[in-house]
């Protein structure tokens, strides 16, 4: 808007009218340089000031005018709003999970009230808002106040928790929009921020490991974490990263996932601490590093992982060089073989081929079979536990269950002082023997009971040794020795029977033909059989009769060798007699015609039965002796 009021015109051609009239009045100058007063007339004079001063007095009334429009206008059109003072205040670091409050200040120092006035706040995704002093519209994120008055001052407090990852900065940022209450349309805009640095976690976290650990033994980890806020947390995760050759037995509490790596907690009250136990086994080489890293963090709204601290254990494998051997009849073989009725002399060897002392030794034998049982255990020092096992003092077995037979003998320092403390260099061995049982049955109902017939009879055997190296807090460590399976050999057996014919000589005489038949009937129990095979050789003066009948098999005479086969390729479990009814015979029919009698005539040189026993991958052999004709 602009005004014309030609003000400086007017006033420059009045002013050139009063000095004109002025110079007629004062500077009329006689020929000769004299003013004459003597023409001068009063009253004309002051009428001609008064016309002029009205004059002057209206020209300045309108030129006053002009300027104060020109001010009040002005203003109006040239609003910049540099005096509204918009700002967001708030700290500039604080702890991750704890609460903080923002204030939003809006000051109007402009002269002009505003009016529609709105804030607009955008808030951090992991930022979770609690409460405002001024309720947002609709539960958005925007704030409205009607009007904000010339030089009042307006506020928003706004309060929160972030749920972020230590170390990161946060930042919350404000748009003001507002408009003079004097313009009709037009809008103003103003921004402010503000940056948080989350410095500190709201939780404390410490891993309790060894310095050392023993290779190839079990390890211990505590984590310990604490809530280091005046809040609860609602849901945690702790993730773990385990060193190469860990693997994880058991923990406290128990995982719940497949995974093994990571553990949800829930409602952890302020100052409230909890430790998670980790229980494993690490394998690997002395002097090898092994690092645990576990990571913590708060689950958000978003259902988002916020690290809030790591912490990372470092354990160095040392060796015990401990050195077990389990010794059955000399043997340490993990697989070995014996009869029922065999004694199993055991030795349990030990040395400690280190350069540390080892302390608190404690040895225990596992004994396990599914069905063998034992007669008794004998030994010169008495385990702690055969005592309480022992059904009398002849004969000694313990049955877990019906399905797993499972015995425990434990020896320690207090009954071996030689294993209280071993020093390096110091060796040592514990003897014990074992009768195994001799019968298949221990009753005639159980051999009648042919659906439970029991097969494949082993004893699993084993060491432990549970010991302390005693220059480290924390050593404490268990080594185990071979396992040793003792398969039991199936109970094949040959039953040989010599029949004399009525027809034939009998007693033998010189020179007469005397016949006999002879019977073999085989029977097996627990263990499958093939190649199964029967010999024997005949004397010089036993003849080889072309009869000869078998259930099973082939039975062949070598008249070159003199030797007769009885071959068969394949014998089940618990067949021929008692076990079944099913029989495997040979019969076949020899002659002799004796040229001088002596006190026997031997019929049947020693006869061998072999066969490969399928369970313990092993070839069998029993003889029996030679069949004689008194």
Excluded: C
Aim: zero cysteines; a negative charge; aromatic letters at 12%.
């Amino acid at each position: 808007m602009s005004f014309n009021f030609k003000t400086k015109e007017i006033e420059n051609k009045n002013q050139k009218k009063i000095e004109n009239n002025l110079d007629e009045i004062y500077n009329t100058e006689k020929k000769r340089g004299e003013f004459d007063f003597s023409h001068l007339e009063h009253k004309e004079k002051n009428k001609t000031i008064q016309i002029l001063m009205g004059i002057l007095f209206f020209l300045f009334i309108i030129f006053g005018i002009s300027i104060i429009g020109f001010l009040i206008f002005n203003k109006q059109a040239k609003f910049s709003g540099e005096k509204v003072i918009f700002k967001i205040e708030g700290p500039t670091e604080i702890s991750s999970g704890s609460e903080v409050t923002y204030q939003i200040n809006l000051h109007n120092q402009e002269a002009i009230d505003l009016v529609d006035v709105s804030v607009n706040i955008k808030f951090p995704s992991d930022f979770k808002l609690k409460f405002s002093s001024l309720a947002s519209v609709e539960n958005s994120n925007i704030w409205k106040i009607e009007k904000i008055k010339a030089e009042e001052t307006k506020q928003i407090k706004i309060l929160g928790q972030f749920l972020g990852e230590v170390g990161t900065s946060k930042t919350i940022s404000a748009i003001l929009n507002y408009r003079p209450a004097n313009f009709s349309s037009s809008f103003f805009e103003k921004n402010s921020s503000i940056t948080t640095i989350l410095n500190k976690t709201s939780v404390v976290l410490d891993i309790i490991a060894p310095e050392k650990n023993l290779a190839d033994s079990l390890i211990d980890y505590e984590i310990k974490y604490k809530n280091n806020t005046l809040l609860p947390i609602e849901a945690m995760k702790i993730v773990i990263k385990y060193p190469e050759g860990f693997t994880l037995i058991k923990s406290e509490p128990e995982i719940l996932q497949t995974d093994n790596d990571f553990w949800f907690f829930s409602n952890l009250q302020p100052g409230e601490e909890k430790i998670l136990k980790i229980n494993g086994e690490i394998k690997g080489v002395p002097g090898e590093i092994k690092e645990l890293k576990a990571s913590l963090g708060i689950i958000d709204q978003d259902n988002k992982f916020r690290l809030q601290a790591e912490k990372t254990s470092i354990v160095s494998l040392i060796v015990s060089n401990l050195f077990v051997d389990l010794r059955i009849n000399s043997q340490t073989f993990t697989n070995q073989s014996a009869d029922l009725g065999d004694i199993l002399d055991y030795e349990i060897y030990f040395k400690n081929n280190g350069e540390l002392e080892i302390k608190n030794l404690s040895f225990e034998i596992r004994l396990a079979s599914p069905n063998l049982r034992w007669q008794k255990i004998e030994t010169k020092i008495l385990p702690q536990e055969l005592e309480l096992l022992s059904r009398n003092s002849s004969s000694f077995y313990y049955f877990l269950d019906s399905m797993e037979g499972k015995a425990f003998l434990t020896w320690s320092g207090d009954q071996i002082p030689q294993i209280f403390s071993l020093k390096p260099g110091e060796e040592g061995s514990i003897p014990f023997r074992i009768f195994l049982q001799d019968k298949i049955f221990s009753g005639e109902s159980e051999a009648e009971n042919k659906e439970n017939f029991p097969q494949n009879f082993y004893l699993e055997s084993i060491v432990k040794i549970k010991a302390k190296i005693s220059e480290l807090e924390k050593s404490d460590f268990e080594i185990n020795s071979q396992k040793i399976t003792t398969k039991i050999k199936t109970q094949a057996e040959l039953k040989i029977k010599i029949e004399h014919f009525d027809n034939t000589f009998w007693p033998p005489a010189i020179d007469k033909e005397s016949e006999y038949q002879v019977n073999w009937k085989l029977n097996n129990t627990m263990n499958n059989l093939k190649n199964v095979k029967v010999s024997t050789f005949l004397p010089d003066n036993v003849t080889w009769k072309e009869q000869s009948k078998v259930t099973t098999g082939q039975i062949k005479y070598n008249p070159e060798t003199r030797e007769v086969n009885w071959e068969i390729n394949w014998l089940p479990t618990y067949i021929g007699e008692p076990f079944s009814e099913t029989k495997i015979e040979a019969n076949f029919k020899l002659s002799i015609k004796p040229e001088w009698l002596n006190e026997s005539i031997i019929l049947l040189k020693q006869t061998f039965l072999k066969a490969d026993d399928e369970f313990i991958q092993d070839s069998i052999t029993t003889s029996y002796d030679q069949i004689s004709i008194d």
